[in-house]
């Protein structure tokens, strides 16, 4: 029986797995180096609430991707708890389970997501509301308005992320709300950054895209009309983490391997394979022989891994590719100082928003997380305390990434007393987690990642997926698909890797909906 070494125990790694043992008769073996399931999409617990690390909205327009999530975890036949409280209706499975007394169920959850600035809510993406202009307030709105036209009369060249952003909304709305946020995330001006990443997370999102449709609609009754973002997305009960677990007992009840705490560090290759990996595990270091690779791990360590097989050019692009790493507290609060002025009932009237991108320029935060939103089963008390994750974005080893938790913490509490979201006498609880290389980046040495995509294409039966096994800003269901054009590869035995390249390289955002009638 022919062997695949897995890279990974995160979506693209666990989804690899399964496709092997469901499609094809080799077994597949997934050395992963923490000691849990999901990668960045795990789920972490603090005395008795969790923490979804980064926020992971269960939406895909892929059928294989939403077919595999189904099949692990039913949609919701009852109403959740905090539905129940507020006498919400929604669409419900006619058989699916009750979340009341089963915990395998995906709920269906509102999805609300603003961004704060100038102490005020705005519409995500930026829409083209009256309060939106209201809250800008005459000046900024007449700017804003002559800077977009002028936007559309004169279109730069998209060199660069910045230019993306002026394209599609003018000057002085990337200004507001696009400049410092992005800035935040990647620790560099958006004029330093590719439009790569523009065009991979908000693709065809446009103001005249938007007020083309407003004008357009009624006469386009026969057609597909982009309407908007979706409104509604799934969300497992406990947690994305909680499906990945599904997943691993999936893999494993079929007969394959899943060993944490190994971490794979070096190959052998041999007439253009990879042989052999080499694995540090609890009882020392091993090898391991590969018919197959399915790699996860950041290219930056792939490359160093293959050692002395790979040419000196694409060694220094893949050593120099940079990486964003991620800062996040739970804070638990009696209450937070906003108010619900939106049509969503919650518990407690709390604000709606599963996250809140922060624009403000006066504090470092860029992105607040409200984790009752996305499940109450996230939180112990949801009807009495608010379970809050502040997102900050810096480099490992950095000001921010040395700090111990304590300092931290309470520079982090203090940042969101001074924008009037909480006050510091109402926090109950608090904790905080890193990890590493969340983000792969798209500049420095990334102008040069075709050189490495290349060469590691070459090696034959090496596949590369998932969002730090590509270098590539992917979603859950993009890094899933990834895994599964690998798969197919394998199965067909394909030479041609770039199915597994061309996924996520659609022309439309995947969160926009249309109006099919």
Known sequence: MKTAIIIGAGPAGLTAAYQLLQETDIFPVIFEESDFIGGISRTAQHNGNRIDIGGHRFFSKIDEVNSLWQELMPLQGAPSFDDIKTETEKD????????????????????????????????YPISLKPETFINMGLSRTLKAGFGYICSCVSKKEESSLENFYI????????????????????????????????????????????????????????????????????????????????????????????????RVTDFTTEAGKISSVFVE??????????DYVISTMPIKDLVNGLGDSV???????????????????????????????????????????????????????GRLQIFNNWSPYMVKDPENTVWIGLEYFCNEGDEFWNMNDKEFTRFAITELEKIGIINSTDVLDSVRLKVKKAYPAYFGSYKDFPIVRKHLD????????????????????????????????????????????????????????????
């Open 311 to 365: 040419p000196e050019n694409v060694k220094s692009v893949a050593k120099a590719l940079p990486y964003r790493d991620f800062l996040t507290v739970g804070l638990l609060v009696k209450r937070l100082n906003l108010e619900n002025k939106t049509k969503h009932k919650t518990l407690g009237n709390i604000v709606p928003d599963c996250w809140i991108y922060i624009q403000e320029r006066d504090v470092k935060i």
């Open 458 to 517: 070459s090696i034959e039966n090496l596949y590369c997926i998932g969002r730090n096994g590509m270098h590539r800003y992917n979603n859950m269901d993009h890094s899933m698909m990834t895994a599964i054009e690998a798969i197919n590869c394998i199965k067909n035995n394909y030479k041609d890797k770039s199915s597994i390249w061309n996924v996520n390289t659609e022309k439309e955002y995947h969160e926009v909906k249309s109006d099919e009638k």
């Open 281 to 290: 595990t609890p009882e020392g270091k091993k090898q391991f022989k590969a």
């Open 167 to 262: 394209n599609r909304f003018g000057r002085p709305l990337y200004e507001m709300f696009f400049e410092d946020y992005t800035e935040k995330l990647w620790g560099i001006n958006p004029s330093e950054i590719s439009a790569d990443w523009g065009a991979q997370r908000v693709k065809g999102l446009s103001l005249t895209k938007a007020l083309l449709n407003i004008l357009t609609k009624p006469f386009k009754k026969g057609e597909n009309v982009e309407t908007s973002l979706i409104e509604q997305f799934y969300y497992p009960k406990k947690g994305p983490g909680q499906l990945w677990e599904a997943l691993a007992e999936k893999i494993e009840e079929k007969g394959g391997k899943i060993l944490k705490n190994h």
């Open 92 to 123: 419900l499975s006619p058989d699916g389970p009750d979340p009341e007394k089963e915990d395998k169920v995906l709920l269906l959850r509102n999805r609300v997501s603003r961004i704060y600035y100038l102490r005020k809510f705005f519409d």
